[in-house]
């Protein structure tokens, strides 16, 4: 089972990862990607990221892919979410998978406990 802490050490993995492919291609920037906020779920959290404020416009800089992180605490899952479907879809969504989940573990139990 996965602390808050631990969800947040994977998501800054993924994040460091994420660094290497985003990048402004014209004047060559790297950007300072982190976690921007943090939200309970009943199975885990979810990390939205991205960009911090440019020091000299005060603007966050904007780009594609950066859709927020879905952390499970008992599965240990990392889901990487889709910026073109609303959150709040992908989240119910994620909840009728954990429901689906657990109903064919408890099939699969009942079904082992009547063999001989």
Do not use: C
């Not at 779920?41 to 879905?70: C, E, H, K, M, T």
């Not at 989940?101 to 408890?106: F, G, I, K, L, V």
């Amino acid at each position: 089972m996965l602390t808050k802490e631990d969800a947040r050490r994977l998501v800054l993995a993924e994040i460091h990862e994420a660094r290497s492919h985003i990048h402004d291609a014209r004047s060559h920037v790297t950007y300072d990607l982190q976690i921007l906020r943090v939200e309970d779920l009943p199975f885990g959290w979810i990390f939205y990221w991205g960009a911090v404020r440019d020091g000299q416009s005060g603007q966050r800089p904007q780009f594609g892919g950066n859709g927020p992180f879905l952390v499970d605490r008992e599965n240990e899952r990392l889901i990487r979410t889709a910026t073109s479907i609303p959150i709040a879809r992908q989240i119910e969504d994620y909840e009728r998978r954990l429901r689906r989940e657990a109903h064919a573990r408890n099939t699969a139990a009942k079904q082992a406990a009547q063999q001989p």
